[in-house]
C-alpha cells in the first residue's frame, strides 16, 4: 500500500536523480521538473474534462429517466473521443465583423487561468505543485480573471447576443467572487492560514464542513455560479441568447471554452474538497485515490443540482448575491469569530 | 405555504436521485423491438386470391397511392396483374383496407420503410404476396 500512496512522489523523486546524474546544474533540474508538472497538471485536466463531458451527459440522461450516450463504445463510453475529434475537424470560423485579434485570444486566454488553478491544489499527501502561503488568494484571485476572457470573447465577436451573455457573465462572476470569498473567510479564520497544506491538515480530526455548514452551503451556491452552472446558466441561456459568449465561435475554439468550463468544474469541485472534505485525507486508501473520490463526489453534486433546478431570472440571481448570501456569509464570520473567541477565553 | 424555507428544493433534489437510480424510461427501440397494436397502420398487405381488382381501394384513396393493372381473361373476368402503393404519398389512414369489400387489404405491423431512393418507397403488392406464396410453397415442399 505504501508504494501505491507514494507512487508519484517517487516518480518526482526518480526523475530528479535521473536528471542530477546527468551532472545537470540544479536550476536546471529544477526547471525540468516544472515542466513536467505542468504536463501532468494538464494531463489530468485533460483526463478529467473529456470524461466530464461524457459523465455530465451520462447523469443528465439518468436523471431524465433515460440512458444517455450509449451508441459508441460501450455504454457510449467513446462519445467523448468522437465529440472531440468531430471539434478538431471542424473549420475554425471567425465571423466578418469581428475584431479577430481579440476574438482569438479570448479563446486561448479562458483556458490559462482555469489550468493554472491547479497549481495550488493538494493533490495527495505533498502532492502539491507549488505550496503557496497565500494558495487560497492565489485561487480566488487567478479564477476570478476568466471573467476578462468572457468578455473578451463575448465583446470581439461583435454579435448581440454574445455581447449580452458576457454582461450577464461578468455581472454575475463579479457579483458572486464576494460570497465565494466570504465564505471560504470563516475555513480561513479555523486554519489560521492561507497555505492548502495546513488547511488540509487542521481537517485531520474533523472535517470543516461540520464547522462550517453554512460556508459550505453559500460556497457551493457561490461557485454554481461563479461557473455559469444550471440554474446560474443565465450567461448561456440556451433558449434566448443561445450560447452567450460562446455563440459565434466554432470547432476547437468553442471546446477550448468548453474546455476551461469543465476545468473550472474540477478546480472548484477540488477547492471544496481540500476546504471542507479534509482535502486528500481518509482511511485504506492511498491520499490522491481518496482526493479523486471526493473531487468526483463534489462533482456529482453539482451536476445533480444543475439536471434539478430550472434558471432563475436575472434580478432574482442579483438579488440572491447581495440580499441573502452577502449578509449570512458575513453573519457567518461574524459567529466564527466570536467563536473562536469564546472557546479562548474559555481555554480550549 | 407550509414547511421550511427550502423544502421544495430538496424535494426536487429528492425526485431527481429517485429518477438517477430508477430505471430508464425511454425505449431501446433497435434492441428491443417496440411493442405494437393488433391494428397498427404498417405496411398494407394484400391477399391476391381475395382480390378481383375492382378499384375500390384505389377510388377510395385520398392522395391517388394506389395503382391497380389488371387483364381481363376469355370470361371477361377481371385478373389481378399489378397492385403498386406508392407510400411516399400514403397517410396509412386505412380508408383503403375500410373500403375493400372482399377483405384482401389489410395492414401488417411492419413499420421500417425507410429507403435511401424514392423509388424504394414503391411497393408492388400483388408481386410481393406472390413471392410469399412461392416461398411458402417452396418451404412446404
Known amino acids: ?348 | 405555504m407550509s414547511g421550511v424555507y427550502g423544502e421544495g428544493l430538496l424535494k426536487g433534489l429528492g425526485i431527481t436521485i429517485r429518477h438517477f437510480f430508477g430505471k430508464a424510461i425511454t425505449e431501446q427501440y433497435p434492441e428491443r423491438r417496440p411493442k405494437l397494436a393488433p391494428r397498427f397502420h404498417g405496411l398494407l398487405s394484400l391477399d391476391p386470391t381475395k382480390c378481383t381488382a375492382c378499384g375500390t381501394c384505389a377510388n377510395f384513396c385520398p392522395n391517388g397511392v394506389i395503382r391497380i393493372k389488371s387483364e381481363r381473361d376469355e370470361q371477361k373476368r377481371r385478373h389481378l396483374t399489378g397492385y403498386e402503393v406508392n407510400l411516399l404519398y400514403c397517410l396509412f389512414c386505412g380508408l383503403c383496407v375500410e373500403a375493400c369489400p372482399e377483405g384482401a387489404l389489410r395492414f401488417t405491423p411492419h413499420f421500417e420503410l425507410a429507403t435511401y431512393r424514392r423509388a424504394g418507397a414503391i411497393y408492388d403488392l400483388y408481386a410481393l404476396s406472390r413471392e410469399a406464396a412461392g416461398e411458402r410453397r417452396a418451404a412446404g415442399g
Open chain 1, 1 to 348: 500500500m505504501a508504494s501505491v500512496e507514494t507512487v508519484f512522489l517517487s516518480g518526482d523523486q526518480w526523475l530528479k536523480n535521473w536528471l542530477f546524474s546527468w551532472g545537470m546544474p540544479e536550476s536546471w533540474v529544477f526547471l525540468c521538473t516544472v515542466v513536467v508538472y505542468a504536463v501532468a497538471v494538464l494531463l489530468f485536466v485533460f483526463a478529467n474534462v473529456i470524461f466530464l463531458v461524457y459523465l455530465e451527459r451520462k447523469v443528465a440522461g439518468y436523471m431524465q429517466q433515460r440512458l444517455g450516450p450509449n451508441r459508441v463504445g460501450p455504454g457510449g463510453i467513446f462519445q467523448c473521443v468522437a465529440d472531440a475529434l468531430k471539434l478538431l475537424g471542424k473549420e475554425d470560423i471567425i465571423p466578418a465583423s469581428a475584431d479577430r485579434g481579440l476574438f482569438r485570444l479570448a479563446s486561448l486566454l479562458i483556458f490559462i487561468p482555469a489550468t493554472m488553478l491547479f497549481v495550488v491544489i493538494p493533490f495527495g499527501r505533498e502532492m502539491i505543485v507549488a505550496d503557496l502561503n497565500v494558495g487560497l488568494l492565489y485561487f480566488i484571485a487567478v479564477g476570478s480573471t476568466a471573467t476578462i476572457a468572457v468578455l473578451m470573447g463575448g465583446w470581439s465577436a461583435n454579435n448581440k447576443y454574445s455581447l449580452l451573455g458576457s454582461m450577464r457573465a461578468v455581472a454575475q462572476m463579479i457579483s458572486y467572487e464576494i460570497p465565494l470569498a466570504f465564505s471560504l473567510l470563516g475555513v480561513i479564520m479555523l486554519a489560521g492560514s492561507l497555505r492548502m497544506s495546513e488547511i488540509v491538515a487542521a481537517q485531520k480530526d474533523l472535517w470543516f464542513v461540520v464547522l462550517q455548514p453554512v460556508a459550505f452551503i453559500t460556497y457551493f451556491i457561490a461557485a454554481t455560479a461563479e461557473l455559469n452552472r444550471g440554474p446560474f446558466d443565465l450567461p448561456e441561456g440556451e433558449q434566448e441568447i443561445i450560447a452567450g459568449p460562446f455563440v459565434e465561435y466554432s470547432g476547437m475554439r468553442y471546446a477550448l471554452f468548453f474546455l476551461a468550463e469543465y476545468a473550472n468544474l474540477v478546480s472548484v469541485s477540488a477547492l471544496a474538497v481540500t476546504l471542507f472534505f479534509g482535502g486528500w485525507q481518509g482511511p485504506w486508501l492511498p491520499s490522491w485515490l481518496w482526493f479523486v473520490i471526493k473531487v468526483y463526489f463534489m462533482i456529482f453534486l453539482f451536476m445533480w443540482v444543475k439536471w434539478t433546478f430550472p434558471r432563475i431570472r436575472v434580478d432574482h440571481l442579483m438579488g440572491l448575491a447581495w440580499k441573502f448570501l452577502l449578509p449570512v456569509s458575513l453573519v457567518n464570520v461574524f459567529v466564527t469569530g466570536t467563536a473562536i473567541k469564546l472557546f479562548q477565553a474559555m481555554g480550549w
